[in-house]
């Protein structure tokens, strides 16, 4: 046993007041979303929630079009991820396995692509999804509003490829000559062989890719045309531009808009430090 | 995606011997099934990346209709407009003081928690994943959630520092602090990936390195000075780079928590500055906008670059 020396009550002085100001907002949120609606905006305010009240809740519910939003989100969030799985998947594969002319050169143009933000090309994406026009001439139809629109561009992402290339690499070569050898073809090697194995690494790129799509802010912002259409990120963040909203049905609203993203990364965190700190350690 | 992605670079790595080639497969056709496989990736790159970034660029020399489409070829006249402007100067300065508001206290924040969180206390999982939960929240979660701390009638910010007499501040009203406030609401939401990157970084750290210091007589703060923080280096080094993109991209805690670019423009970043000259009701301008679009990205990629050249030079890497 150590003593309890000054250092360490300064140590867990600073912890606790660190902790208690990262967690506040957490618990706030929670706290709010079950207090009724004279005792979240009574002054002085009120840290704890007197009894649970469902309410907000029910408002959130029932008067906003959260329900029909938190539909488009997980549909939106599902699509991108598992095209995304594929498409990284047979791009990895190509890139290991694969002899092919070009074959670095074109995993580096791939890299490239991770250097360019989305913010400063979001105009012409925003022109091609509304449609294309040569001449006064529609050439292709509006997407806008549309599942499409929100999943298109986001059907393939490098850095999925670039993780799961990296794990791909370490997998034995005299395992994959002696599947060649029996006579396995491409895709059961894939199916029955790579990706079992690969499974920390295709976790990570899947959580990975669930986050970002599920917390997607200024795309959907700019292709929703009305409230049935717009994911949850927009709904929530709309709540809160209503003159004299009520904050209880805004805290409820993230509550719920955060349920998923909480269990991946209390109990999914292994998987995304790996993914998330990649580009860190080479 | 992009906006979240993080900086990989090209892998050291020595390539593997190619794989042999399959019995009864000829190389060429071999060729032609792995460009099939790599089509979906070049497509979507070719389409939503590629072609947009010639685009912003051809978009920055023409002109804009009434409705914000592009017409007549103007040149550089956007660029010239944009540099004789004492708006964007502002712009580009509350964008620099966003990224240094963000970053250093958001950096240096996680490395605090993580050294305290060092000493050896009980129940340090438990806190370990606390600290990380902040990572849970979307941008607009943490914003709406701030938007009701702040307030300024029934928010709890202003709430609990009147109980303890001090005067109500406008937190996104007042233009010498909706900065911070929005700063202060990012600093929060990245705590939880910094700490998360960091205490990862600290696993790898061989415990013999500690041992051998606490053996030679150097504890507490002196390992942590000269053993864990160096040893640290990469991690701290790959979260100033990531920060500073990620402020430098921020734009749905500005949107949300100060709809109009905040009270005097105090915090219209140039993201939020490209979404309204795009899209703002009366004043449509994507020619303008692209013009700074590409300024956007020509900063992005010297930040990189200066980061990578300076920092990584001093980095200690195992």
Request: proline fraction near 6%.
């Amino acid at each position: 046993m150590r003593k309890l020396t000054v250092g360490r009550l300064v140590t867990y002085a600073v912890l606790a007041v660190a902790a208690l100001a990262v967690i506040f907002p957490v618990y706030y949120v929670i706290a709010g979303s079950i207090m009724s609606p004279g005792q979240i905006s009574s002054y002085p305010p009120d840290l704890f929630p007197q009894g649970v009240f469902t309410g907000n809740y029910e408002g959130a519910v029932s008067t906003t079009a959260i329900g029909r939003q938190y539909l488009n989100s997980v549909l939106q969030t599902s699509v991108i991820t598992l095209c995304q799985l594929i498409t990284s998947v047979l791009a990895a594969y190509a890139f290991v396995f694969m002899k092919m002319w070009g074959r670095n050169l074109l995993f580096g143009l791939f890299l490239a692509t991770l250097m360019v933000p989305w913010e400063s090309i979001v105009l012409p994406n925003y022109l091609t999804i509304t449609g294309w026009e040569l001449g006064g001439q529609r050439l292709t139809a509006s997407y806008a509003g549309t599942m499409i629109a929100l999943v298109l561009p986001f059907l393939a992402n490098a850095f999925g490829v670039f993780l799961l290339r990296q794990s791909f690499l370490q997998f034995p070569t005299e395992l994959r000559d002696a599947a060649v050898i029996d006579g396995c073809g491409h895709w059961r090697f894939i199916r029955r062989i790579l990706l079992p194995l690969n499974k920390p690494a295709l976790m990570a790129v899947g959580l990975y890719v669930f986050l970002a799509a599920w917390n997607q802010f200024f795309w959907p912002l700019l292709i929703g045309d009305n409230a049935s259409r717009r994911t949850l990120q927009i709904g929530i963040s709309q709540l809160n531009d209503v003159e004299a909203a009520d904050p209880g049905l805004i805290l409820a609203g993230v509550t719920l808009s955060i349920l998923p993203t909480l269990a991946i990364v209390i109990f999914g965190q292994r998987f995304i430090v790996r993914g998330l700190t990649a580009g860190a350690i080479r | 995606m992009t906006t979240s992605s993080a900086p990989a670079r090209p892998s050291s790595r020595p390539t593997p011997a190619p794989a042999p080639a399959r019995p009864g497969s000829r190389p060429a056709a071999a060729s032609v099934l792995s460009w099939l496989m790599l089509l979906p990736c070049v497509v979507i790159f070719a389409l939503f990346i590629v072609w947009p970034l010639g685009k912003s660029v051809s978009l920055s020399l023409h002109g804009s209709d009434l409705f914000g489409r592009p017409d007549a070829f103007v040149g550089l006249q956007h660029y010239r407009d944009m540099l004789g402007s004492a708006e964007f100067r502002h712009i580009l300065w509350v964008t620099f003081a966003f990224v240094l508001l963000t970053v250093i206290p958001g950096v240096l924040g996680a490395l605090a928690i993580v050294l305290l969180l060092e000493q050896h206390i009980r129940g340090i999982r438990i806190l370990r994943t606390a600290f990380a939960l902040p990572f849970a929240f979307s941008v607009a979660s943490a914003s709406v959630i701030f938007a009701t701390i702040y307030n300024p009638a029934i928010g709890l910010a202003n709430g609990l520092l009147g109980r303890f007499g001090v005067d109500r501040i406008g937190w996104l009203t007042d233009p010498d602090w909706a900065l911070i406030s929005v700063s202060i609401t990012t600093v929060w939401m990245s705590v939880g990936y910094n700490v998360l990157v960091l205490s990862a970084g600290i696993g790898a750290i061989p415990t013999e390195i500690n041992e051998a210091a606490t053996l030679d007589g150097a504890g507490g703060w002196r390992a942590a000075r000269f053993i864990t923080v160096p040893m640290l280096g990469p991690q701290l080094f790959f979260l100033i780079v990531i920060s500073t993109i990620q402020s430098l991209q921020g734009f749905g805690q500005i949107k949300i928590l100060t709809p109009e670019g905040g009270p005097e423009q105090s915090t219209k970043t140039l993201v939020y500055s490209i979404y309204h000259t795009a899209f703002a009701n009366n004043a449509s301008d994507f020619g303008a906008a692209s013009a700074q679009a590409i300024v956007l990205l020509v900063i992005l990629l010297t930040c990189t670059a200066i980061q990578f050249g300076v920092l990584e030079r001093r980095v200690h890497y195992k």
